[in-house]
């Protein structure tokens, strides 16, 4: 070889700054010009399939204070266990199975979706009803992956792959939405310290 290659150093990692809201979501935060609409602000239509539902909760810190400038994006399938595409949005339904959605600044978030149906497992069964989530904000250096289960689907909790992945099944319980008086789907998600949600390496 003539010339030898030089060995190459990994990339230092640094967070996602305290901007990162702005830029995915800057109408949410008054800078306008940019996008008509933030990208991901509405997943349904008109023609939707399947039971509307409301995704809420809090972004928590370490410390108990909630993350008023985080982001989630979440990924579902559709009410029939399908997942959106293309050829979906051309047969006329509008169902984006994608949401983006900044936090408040009480840590709060909200997604206006419909109830996922399973979906097929890697052992061959089906996976509960469940979405996933991406959450960044400040201080995070990867995005942290995460998923939300349905108390209601207990049944289809006690045999899915990934939930039985967890090996303590009070640590599970941080993935599982309960509805409100009000209807809703309430997570927290807490990002460290007691009760910290489960995160995956994915």
Known sequence: MLHPTPTLKETPSQTAGPYVHIGMTP????????????????????????????????????????????????????????????????????????????????????????????????NGRKQAPHVSLWIVARGINIGLQTRLYFADEAEANATDFVLNKIMDPRRRETLIARKDEGGRYVMDIVLQGEGETVFFDI
Not at 46 to 75: K, Q, Y
Request: glycine content about 16%; overall charge negative.
């Open 27 to 122: 109408n949410f935060c008054e800078i306008t010009g940019v996008c008509d609409v933030d990208l991901g602000l509405t997943m349904l239509a008109d023609d939707t399939a399947g039971e509307r539902i409301t995704l809420t909760g809090r972004v928590i810190d370490g410390a108990g204070s909630p993350v008023g400038d985080a982001v989630i994006e979440i990924w579902q399938a559709q009410s029939d266990g399908t997942f959106a595409g293309p050829r979906t949005r051309e047969q006329g339904h509008g169902f984006t199975g994608w949401g983006r959605q900044p936090t408040q600044p009480d840590g709060t978030y909200r997604f206006d979706t419909v109830k996922p149906g399973p979906v097929d497992g890697p």
